[in-house]
């Protein structure tokens, strides 16, 4: 028997338990989320199809990353939630309407991200229904659209309740997940991939881009700042244009989250 002495687990870490069981529950249903799709859509394999989105969003990424995006005749998606709009936190700040209309009046396509950036899994289908609308008067007096936006999931975390809301209400929606998207996809919980830190991490990305030129479908690449000194889910300028750059010289078409859903044909069939 070993003599080494048992300590009970101290109360920092007693206090963290209840955060890091959420985040294995998260990670758990949107595993399951992925096995059991709600609809499926098919993405064609023709040909490699890049989008390049941002999630909040910092005004870098206006400022930088759209510029980029544009510098090279192309345009990216921005998810906006009204809640933050204008906030101001360490290493960033949040745009506000006049940055929204901007982004609209050069191009760019305005996502939703909810109005108080909430995971979805805490907030009940009443709450979420009226969350939505708030979000969507609030980009609707920016960029007034006909149709249904696209939806990027808050922390990219994903609800089985709350499927059939979204799925009624956005035409797809976005996750995370770390995979490229090809023939059938769900479209309410779309695989995309982070350009986040550390800077070594992004310079890696590029494999992503020579995996979908070998084997097409749809690369979601998904950001927030960008700036010399990013937070750790945003990246510096010359790490994001290679991206981009990369993307377009490897032959890759580079479209916003709705074009490129205009292109697939949005070859959908409910469940």
């Keep these: 028997m070993s003599s080494a002495a048992t300590f009970p687990p101290s109360p920092k870490r007693l206090s963290r338990l209840p955060t890091l069981i959420d985040r294995f529950a998260g990670r758990l249903e949107n595993r399951l989320l992925r096995v059991a799709p709600w609809q499926v859509m098919q993405v064609p394999t023709d ?85 939505l609308a708030r979000n969507a008067r609030y980009l609707d007096a920016i960029d007034p659209k006909p149709g249904r936006r696209n939806f990027a999931y808050p922390y990219n975390s994903g609800s089985f309740g709350k499927r059939a809301i979204l799925a009624n209400t956005f035409r797809s929606c976005r996750a995370g997940g770390e995979g490229i998207n090809r023939g059938p996809t769900d479209p309410t919980f779309l695989r995309a991939v982070e350009i986040r830190q550390p800077q070594q991490h992004v310079l ?59 292109r697939m044909g949005l070859r959908e069939q409910a469940k």
Aim: contains cysteine; charged residues 20%.
């Design 47 to 131: 040909e490699p199809i890049v989008s390049f989105s941002f999630d909040d969003v910092p005004a870098s990424a206006l400022e930088v990353g759209a510029s980029i995006l544009e510098a090279d005749g192309v345009r990216g998606t921005f998810y906006i939630s009204g809640g933050l709009q204008g906030r101001i936190e360490p290493g960033r700040t949040l745009i506000d309407q006049t940055g929204c209309r901007e982004l609209a009046a050069r191009g760019h396509e305005i996502g939703c991200h909810s109005h108080a950036h909430r995971d979805l899994r805490h907030v009940d289908g009443d709450a979420l229904v009226a969350d």
């Design 204 to 262: 890696g990305l590029a494999r992503w881009i020579d995996a979908l030129v070998a084997d097409p479908g749809w690369l979601i690449f998904f950001t927030h700042d960008i700036s010399p000194r990013p937070t750790p889910h945003g990246c510096t300028a010359p790490g994001f244009r290679l991206l981009v750059g990369y993307a377009l010289a490897r032959g890759c078409r580079v479209l916003t989250v709705d074009a490129a859903l205009d």
